[in-house]
């Protein structure tokens, strides 16, 4: 789709263009990564892409499966080759999707160009790359920088420990140029990372030890110091790492946004862990701080893992106008949306079910929860009961259709939700109120990826072609 704006370069001049549809009319396909590690079934992990256009003949199918060559991969995440960060370069195309493996280190760099329905493989950079030029493992995040080159973080090293390091990729050649990071100083663990360089900063976050975290959660290895509890702040030109904010012992903070606005010094970060939001931002001094704005408190349970049942916020994002910040709650089963006018008193404004770990009928009896009178009904949607919980997000350029996802990574659905392994995870759209806030679930929207040739699969990060809120990064 973004093809047709070719004359100006990749991606948009300013989020608002990119909100207002310039050159790009609505999505009519999007691109999911689909994960077979971890079901039984042994067959490679595939990238799906998916008809969402409602006046095609073939709206909410998957229209065409690109097999990886190899098995266990765990493809989560994906990136662009060029976005917004390049905007006003014509000898740049948004044409490649960046498709990192999270357990075999692989990255495969799949041509969208040639055919936006059909992609297909273009290159693969074998593990042992990262390995011997790099150091680092387990790549999680990939951002196209303006400068051409492809930024990726990891999780780890070779052998499995956790290490907060970053791998550059040529944007032409997709060889392995090195580390992105300079000096000694690497933080303990990685996950996601965003950039902004009107104020000279990379964030990064932390999630765990990938052998640790590798088959599935323990809280003993929380206390044992194995998942993360920090933002990492790295200066953007020296590329040192400079400054760690602590969020607390066992918050896990997941996915890092910086307001859209590339002017704006604050964003927000969503804990797993902890179940709270934190505001980032710039102090008077320079450095950088963070407060939290957000807490989901957690439900007093009987017939779970725990006691205590943390909502597990798993992704975030914020509307390109920066208007409305995203949140999806994969235990308790909720999406939650709030008006971020005033970033330092977000106020919920819509919020749905769509399943999790709390429905009534369900083996978890809450029997103290601060939020809700009574555990929510089952999410049923075209007859099908829907296992698991919302977990990953992507929303429309204009802001008005909300997709998710159900698995949140194969090693954690099977102990969460073993029936979401079982049953294949779903993909749905919520109608959102850009006015005054409001979620609705679209009951003729329903992509069950429980259905598929090979069996069911697990479905995770959802992409449009011409970009999204969490692809794109303006300069």
């Known amino acids: 789709q973004s093809a047709k704006c070719g004359a100006c370069g990749p991606g948009y001049a300013t989020p608002l263009d990119a909100m207002k549809g310039k050159c790009c009319p609505r999505e009519e396909i999007v691109y999911l990564p689909c994960i077979y590690r971890n079901t039984g079934i042994e067959k490679p992990d595939y990238l799906a892409t998916v008809d969402v256009d409602p006046k095609s003949p073939h709206y909410c199918q998957v229209i065409h499966r690109l097999p990886m060559p190899n098995l266990k991969d765990e493809l989560h995440h994906s990136g662009w080759n060029a976005c917004s960060s390049c905007f006003g370069d014509t ?56 400068s051409g080159d492809i930024l990726i973080s990891c999780l780890g090293d070779p052998s499995g420990n956790g290490k907060g390091g970053f791998i550059l990729l040529d944007g032409e050649t997709f ?24 104020h000279n900063v990379l964030m990064s976050t932390e999630w765990g030890v990938p052998k640790v975290l590798a088959d599935g959660f323990n809280p003993a290895d929380v206390e044992r110091g194995h998942y993360g509890h920090r933002i990492n702040v790295w200066d953007w030109s020296t590329h ?35 179940g709270a939001v934190h505001r980032f931002y710039k102090t008077e001094k320079g450095d950088w701080a963070a407060e939290k704005v957000i807490e989901v408190p957690t439900k007093k349970v009987q017939g779970w893992l725990l006691p205590d049942m943390p909502g597990l916020i798993t992704d975030i994002l914020i509307s390109l106008d920066d208007r409305f910040l995203y949140f999806s709650n994969w235990l308790h089963g909720d999406i939650r949306q709030y008006d971020i006018s005033n970033t330092r008193k977000p106020k919920l404004v819509g919020q749905v079910f769509l399943g999790g770990s709390i429905t009534k009928g ?47 990574y194969s090693g954690w659905d099977k102990q969460f939700y073993p ?57």
């Open 91 to 146: 000898t740049k195309r948004r044409n490649r999707l960046i498709l990192p493996s999270l357990i075999s280190s692989r990255i495969y760099v799949v041509d969208v160009g040639t055919d936006l329905r059909a992609p297909r493989i273009h290159k693969v950079v074998e593990p042992v790359e990262l390995f011997w030029k790099g150091n680092v493992a387990n790549p999680h995040t990939s951002h196209c920088l303006g």
């Open 175 to 198: 060889e392995v140029k090195g580390n992105w990071e300079n000096g000694e100083k690497v933080p303990p663990l990685g996950y996601d990372f965003w950039y902004q360089p009107r």
């Open 240 to 274: 040192t790492y400079v400054q760690a904010i602590d969020l607390g012992k066992g918050s896990i903070p997941l996915e890092i946004r910086f307001l859209h606005n590339p002017d704006a010094a604050e964003g927000f970060v969503g804990c797993a862990l902890s």
């Open 362 to 408: 369900g083996p978890v009896t809450v029997v103290e929860d601060k939020e809700l009178q009574c555990q929510p009904e089952p999410f049923v949607i075209k007859g099908k009961r829907v296992p698991g919980g919302p977990q990953m997000i992507q929303l429309s350029l204009d802001g008005k259709r909300l997709y998710v996802t159900s698995s949140l």
């Open 419 to 475: 029936d979401l392994v079982k049953e294949g995870s779903v993909m749905l759209q919520i109608d959102v109120d850009t006015e005054r806030g409001g979620l609705k679930v679209n009951k003729n929207f329903l992509v069950d990826f429980g259905k598929e040739p090979d069996g069911p699969v697990l479905a995770h990060e959802i992409r449009y072609p011409g970009g999204d809120s969490t692809s794109d990064i303006w300069v």
